[in-house]
């Protein structure tokens, strides 16, 4: 588990030792988050640039001892991460930016970014002796789950609100996932989730309970620095939803800076849809977070009570980043641009952080001097319905070729 020392309470910074297995701190109750630290002096001795480059394992893993996890069944593993940071030229023209990057995270076995937290909370379980292992979640996290437990063994139990997509469900169904899809919002399904894992006593993959599901969603963030040859872009941006993720991308450039593998942490862009956005409201209001309606058709981030707040909140704040909220419309103009332009489909989520970007440039928060880099989280064969509605049907023509010249012409093809 490399230098792994202990955790931290994110509210009243007790510390504890790896032996102690807790979800969050016993003294702040639930929303105590735990924070996994290391022994940064020991791992610079390990993690150097000499060690990646030499390094031929081109999944997350090779990250490992930068990670709270066994390395006993890493070898079995599905192969999640190193996915490819394309470096844009039409969009970035098209969006007047100096340079801009997407993680195409939809790459990932299960097509998500979540397949990193899933892997990791596999491979506890196993290591705790666990035989099922459980989650809430609004699409992703499930999907990955169900799919990162068929392929080690593992039973797992998933519960969804009764609006998560069809593609996303019937992913779960394929991976052989017990489902329950709950009556109600995701708030419901959580709570529902939590006393079920608690009677049951299975293994916990909900993110924001859960401290070493953070470690794996940095992976993400130094796949992106090590793929950007430890030079970071100036922004990072991601869609946010529970806070677990953006979280996470926090930390992974957090910990190389600690290991002096870089010499700056990106400003990071958090990006909400306006119909769920208690993140924006509380960065706006500079009040406390306060629950809020879960409309918008990007799934994957309508979380109208985020269960990570502080990491969310503070990797926005100590990155001197910002949150930004777009509206549904916006994010599936960006899900055509996006595939009109770089051959690249994504999910509402996933492609909210280029609706980010847009908003962010307009607004003056990002200038059109800087770079940046996107996570585009998910795949977008998993919700196809919502795709339908950032396009317009194909036509139904005649077999005639001078219709078909006809249209052509219309359409400036030549």
Known sequence: ??????????????????????????????????????????????????????????????????????????????????????????????????????????????????????????????????????????????SSLACQAAHMGLKSVIFVPKRAPIGKLTQLS??????????????????????????????????????HLVEGKKTVSLEIAEQLDFKPADWVAVSVGDGCTVGGVYKGFYDLKQLGLIERIPRILGVQSSGCAPFCLAFESGKPLEEAEENTIADSIAVGIPRNPIKAMNAIKLSKG????????????????????????????????????????????????????????GNGLKDPSNAQKALSPPILLKPDIEALHQYLKEKGVK
Not at 178 to 198: F, M, P, Q, R
Not at 199 to 206: E, G, I, K, L, S
């Open 322 to 377: 910002a949150f930004i909220s777009v509206s549904d419309e916006h994010i599936l103009k960006c899900m055509a641009l996006l595939g009109r332009l770089e051959g690249i489909f994504g999910e509402p989520a996933g492609v909210a952080a280029l609706a980010g970007i847009e908003e962010a440039l307009a607004k003056g928060v990002i200038r059109r001097d800087e770079t940046v880099a996107m996570v585009m989280t």
């Open 1 to 142: 588990m490399g230098k792994f020392k202990g955790y931290r309470c994110t509210i009243c910074h007790r510390t504890y030792s790896p032996d102690e297995a807790l979800y969050t701190c016993p003294f702040c109750g639930e929303k105590g988050i735990l924070d996994v630290e290391y022994d940064y002096e020991e791992l610079k001795k390990v993690l150097t640039k000499k060690y990646f480059a030499s390094n031929r394992d081109y999944t997350m893993w090779r990250y490992a001892p930068l990670m709270s996890v066994p390395e006993d069944h890493i070898s079995e593993m599905l192969k999640i991460g190193w996915t490819p940071l394309y470096k844009s030229k039409n969009l970035k023209e098209h969006l007047g930016l100096k340079a801009l990057y997407i993680k195409d995270e939809g790459l990932n076995p299960s097509g998500s970014t979540k397949d990193r937290a899933s892997g990791v909370a596999v491979l506890k379980a196993i290591e705790a002796g666990a035989q099922t292992i459980s989650c809430s979640s609004t699409g992703n996290a499930a």
């Open 174 to 211: 394929i991976y052989g996932a017990t489902v329950i899809c709950v009556d109600g919002d995701y708030k419901d399904t959580y709570n529902l989730s939590k006393k079920a894992i608690e009677a049951y006593h299975w293994y916990n993959r909900n993110a924001a309970i859960n401290p």
